[in-house]
């Protein structure tokens, strides 16, 4: 009951986040029978074991985020000060998918390429998909070709033993993964954000992403080609 209502609390919390709404920092009023609900949610939860707190702190959490374009698939994972990036090439089964199955197709790629370095790690993702955020949320897509990427994206998490903790909207202009889903083929590498103090904003990570895509070309010209 415990862990149904951690989840059933976070899930109500990152959909109004989705689209734009509260936070868990805002202040909001509710309707009455809501309000009740929530209520019955927070006295289960305060009897829940101090188990279920995990450390959700910047060392703790692996950001991860992923994104689709028309030729590959790129993810980006932040721990602390490293940053881990990966990417690859459509399969040419794949690349006459629609942005939405290869949106989640991304992300079971992303996994597989991370490995080791985000298992058994508390995972915030980010993804600048609706309908990926939505079907991950749901556990379910009433379109068929995506609901069927879905259980390929769930059939990995369960073999590597994720634990996505959120999964939330980034802005396509913002989002890390962005260059790598489209630049030319590249082996994946780590480097050290810089940053030691607070988080770093989405734009700040995708900065030092597209530098070290850059000096992985070798002579400083961008190998990501416009969108």
């Known amino acids: 009951m415990c862990e149904a209502a951690h989840r059933s609390m976070r899930a109500t919390f ?70 881990s990036i990966v990417g690859g090439r459509w399969e040419e089964e794949e690349k006459g998918t629609s942005i939405n199955v290869r949106e989640m197709l ?35 897509s009433p379109a068929e070709s995506v609901n069927n990427a879905y259980e390929r994206v769930r059939a990995a998490l369960g073999n590597m033993g994720i634990d996505v903790v959120t999964v939330t909207y980034v802005a396509t202009k913002e989002n890390p993964a962005d260059a790598p889903s489209r630049a030319d083929g590249f082996a994946s590498f780590s480097l050290r954000g810089g940053w030691e103090a607070q988080r770093p904003s989405h734009s700040a990570v995708r900065r030092v992403v597209e530098a070290g895509l850059r000096a992985a070309a070798g002579d400083g010209e961008t190998a990501i080609p416009p969108r």
């Open 14 to 83: 990152d959909i109004h986040e989705a689209v734009g709404g509260v936070t868990l920092d805002d202040a909001f009023s509710l309707p009455a029978r809501v309000a009740q609900g929530v209520c019955m949610w927070r006295d289960e939860l305060l009897r829940c074991p101090k188990t279920l707190v995990r450390d959700l702190s910047r060392s703790a959490v692996a950001e991860v985020y992923c994104d689709a374009s028309r030729t590959g698939w790129g993810g980006v994972a932040v721990v602390g000060e490293v940053i």
């Open 106 to 140: 991304a992300v079971r790629n992303v996994w597989r390429a991370l490995g080791e370095k985000i298992k058994r790690k508390p995972v915030a993702l980010y993804i600048d998909n609706v309908t990926a955020i939505v079907t991950l949320r749901r556990t379910y």
